[in-house]
């Protein structure tokens, strides 16, 4: 059995679900820089935190999973240039999560808790916040863009 369009459904599915939890995060995390009142702040934040843990992380892990398995299924070597640079921005996406954003969430999470809310957006603002948050998505198209053209 040709096992590939099964290999790349799994993945393109897997993908979606991270893209749209990466998506919805992050346009929830830009309306709370935006917000208004405190409430609007802590409804959008609190979206941001579901679409994290319900789609984002989730869906992460196993578009990775399933993105080596097709690799495997399709005979590509991780070699390859344009499957070694993806394996290697995905990583970094990944490590910029756990230890980048996952330390300044704990920030965030902290000033909320405290009812700190011009901490959290003075956080949310953040130049490097904001600047680490454009490259991250820009990386992010950058692989979608590998995956779809596989140049070389």
């Known amino acids: 059995m040709d096992w590939r369009p099964l ?3 799994i993945h393109v599915l897997a993908a979606f679900w991270y893209v749209a939890g990466y998506v919805g995060t992050n346009l929830c995390t830009e309306l709370a820089r935006r917000a208004t009142t405190d409430d609007e702040c802590r409804i959008a934040l609190g ?3 579901r679409f994290d843990r319900w789609l984002n992380a989730p869906g992460g892990t196993v578009t990775s999973l399933s993105g080596l398995i097709a690799v495997w299924v399709f005979g590509y070597a991780l070699a390859t240039p344009w499957v070694a ?10 490590l910029l999560g756990i230890f980048f954003w996952g330390r ?12 700190d809310w011009t901490g959290v957006r003075s ?3 953040e130049p490097r916040i904001v600047l680490v948050s454009r490259i991250e998505n820009a990386v992010v198209l950058a692989i979608v863009v590998l995956m779809v053209l596989r140049p070389g």
């Open 85 to 94: 640079l993806a394996v290697a921005l995905f990583a970094g996406i990944v």
């Open 123 to 125: 956080l949310l603002t």
């Open 7 to 9: 290999a790349v459904l």
């Open 104 to 115: 300044f969430g704990r920030r965030v999470d902290t000033a909320v808790a405290a009812g």
């Open 47 to 49: 979206f941001s935190n």
